[in-house]
């Protein structure tokens, strides 16, 4: 069987492109290997599906640390607000939520994932379930791509859209990476981003914080000279292995290049109470003791944070809790404040790719016209979604991503195919 566009992936990017390559009047196969179509779409944003985000353009690409640059070119033909009106104008109903998150309201995966099938039924898409592809040919004038039985396609024009290595449960094993190889593409270094990390500090191993969750504290990594590399306000959790929570997944690509880097474990540098100023919790804290001096320095300290964490410092500093607050030199108050604002630990790794949320690496983005997203170095072929060398932080980013590099190589792959066609 021929046709003017293949597409190998029905995710966030093989979807968008199936549907503007039929758009642009090709004749076009999407091939899945799963059960469904938009697996990772439905889990993703808690499965109420984060389907973009509002902020202005310049704002996303901050967002996408991970060669978003790569991203104004593809963003001046459709961009996040595109992605917007793309999405209500089949009538699923959008909402926004803090950070510019944008959801359907029906506050439902399904709504977007339906919303895609029934735009490639009402296209003529021909979609192929639980069809594993073995391998792909290339040729001067079209390509096949041979499948799991034995059967073989022929396609003017391949999108690769299988994804990275991170979430395999969705389908996501890394089958692109040699067919983008065949091609002549340089593959990155893979790794794992937006992804937990691992620590042997004392407090992890005697699991003395284990499952204490900090608010709105301020995290970053450091160099190899104590400076930030990068620094997050938000959320954070210690675990029975490290470190979690959404301020972690935000550091971890940049603690992972720093071991990437040789280095055998890297600093992170956690406020936990960015919004307070040091010298002047020092000086309330003094107050209260002279008020009550008869009071434990625990009570005394009570609130400021959490109290496992305060129970942990005194620890640290060999202190009895329920030590007068009399007897307490100036010092060691000011110690404890200076731990809370400047508490150091390391950490030496990271959960498995697998377990990540995002992969970082793929196919080099120099080898990819970022306005078409085609390959610089194989005619009728084209790349969308994670498997290139783009990642961004969660938040709708990858996705913004995924939907807006498909749309171009599905509208490019089908210009080329028809217009070699003939037609």
Known sequence: MSYDVVIIGGGPSGLMAAIAAAE????????????????????????????TNRLPEEEVIKHIPGNGKFLYSPFSVFNNYDIIDFFEGMGVGLKEEDHGRMFPVTNSAKTVVNALIGKLAELGVEVRMKTPVKAVHYDDTEHTIILDDGSKLNAASLVIAVGGKAVPHTGSTGDGYAWAKKAGHTITELYPTE??????????????????????VSLSVLNKKNKPLITHQMDMIFTHFGISGPAVLRCSQFAVKELMKGREEVPMLLDVLPDQHEDQMVHSILKSMEESPKKSIKNILKGIAPERLLDYLLERHKMDAEQKAATVAKETIRTIVHNLKHFQFTVNGTLPLKKAFVTGGGISIKE???????SKLMHGLYFCGEILNIHGYTGGYNITSALVTGRLAGMNAAIEAVHNSGN
């Open 368 to 374: 990819i016209v970022p306005k078409t997203m085609q």
């Open 195 to 216: 992804v937990a990390l691992t620590s042997d500090e004392n407090f992890i191993q005697n699991k003395s914080l284990q499952g204490l969750s900090l608010r709105n």
């Open 24 to 51: 642009n009047g090709a004749k076009t196969m999407l091939l899945e290997k799963g059960r469904k179509l938009g697996t990772k779409l439905a889990i993703s944003g808690g499965g109420r599906c984060n389907v």
